[in-house]
């Protein structure tokens, strides 16, 4: 089945720096990936739709500056969360879909899980 | 108005027995598709099972069933002969008709499944 890998799974940053989250689509193209975020024990909060070649569509209330999406190819996109503060501190997945056919299932990394002390 | 509800932030089952986590949606398009996924501890989305709203069967993947109720708007998944590795989040999803070329999924806020020997 198709596969979708997330890098890394765990990272811890200080705070003031930046951070760049992977997400791969491995044996498919992925022209639209979906960044979301978890807080503990909450349900996945879409924060991006990232387009192969164009700008990311953000959800109201997501900074574009602070989470920097790039999807530069049909099988990568990024999210680069920059200037990262204790509050970015949050479980990160992203999702991919293959698509062959309008009822397939979406695809989802392994998830990122940040920390910034 | 929340898409997907989901009432039982917390369930707990004997294993062996079957336990159903209760799903329900809102929606007032004619075609959309509907989701569980299982996400343990380590964090990844894991795809359990499938509805589309035309499908007159119910779904099964398995030990999962999804017991679709199409006019009281209800998607619950029921697991049968629990197993300690059932033990997870898990979360209901849903799709809407096609917009665009794009979709987006919404999702519950997850039911926390414990089982117990």
């Known amino acids: 089945g198709a596969v979708v890998s997330q890098h890394p799974s765990r990272v811890i940053c200080k705070s003031g720096t930046s951070v760049k989250i992977e997400c791969r689509s491995l044996?498919?193209?992925?022209?639209?990936m979906f960044w979301y975020r978890q807080f503990p024990k909450k349900s996945l909060m879409l924060m991006a739709t990232?387009?192969?070649?164009?700008?990311?569509?953000?959800e109201q209330g997501v900074e574009k500056d602070k989470f920097l999406i790039n999807h530069a190819s049909l099988t990568l996109s990024t999210l680069t969360v920059t200037s990262a503060h204790p509050e970015d501190s949050s479980f990160y997945i992203c999702?991919?879909?293959?698509?062959?056919?309008?009822?397939?299932?979406?695809?989802f990394g392994q998830g990122t899980r940040l920390t910034v002390v | 108005a929340q898409k997907i509800t989901q009432t039982q932030p917390g369930m707990f089952v004997q294993e062996k027995e079957a336990v159903t986590l209760d799903c329900t949606y809102d929606?007032?398009?004619?075609?959309?598709?509907l989701f569980w996924y299982k996400q343990p501890s380590s964090g990844e989305m894991i795809f359990l099972i499938y509805?589309?709203?035309?499908?007159?069967q119910n779904a099964t993947e398995g030990r999962y069933s999804l017991n679709f109720q199409k006019a009281r708007k209800s998607a619950n998944l029921v697991i049968s002969a629990s197993q300690l590795g059932d033990s997870a989040m898990y979360f209901c999803?849903?799709?809407?008709?096609?917009?665009?070329?794009?979709?987006?999924?919404?999702f519950g806020r997850g039911t926390s499944l414990i089982v117990h020997p």
């Open positions: 999803a849903m799709r809407e008709g096609v917009t665009g070329g794009s979709y987006i999924p919404t």
């Open positions: 999702s991919a879909r293959d698509w062959g056919g309008w009822n397939t299932e979406a695809f």
């Open positions: 990232s387009n192969e070649g164009s700008k990311a569509t953000y």
């Open positions: 929606t007032s398009d004619q075609s959309y598709g």
């Open positions: 509805q589309g709203s035309y499908d007159e």
């Open positions: 044996d498919f193209q992925a022209t639209t």
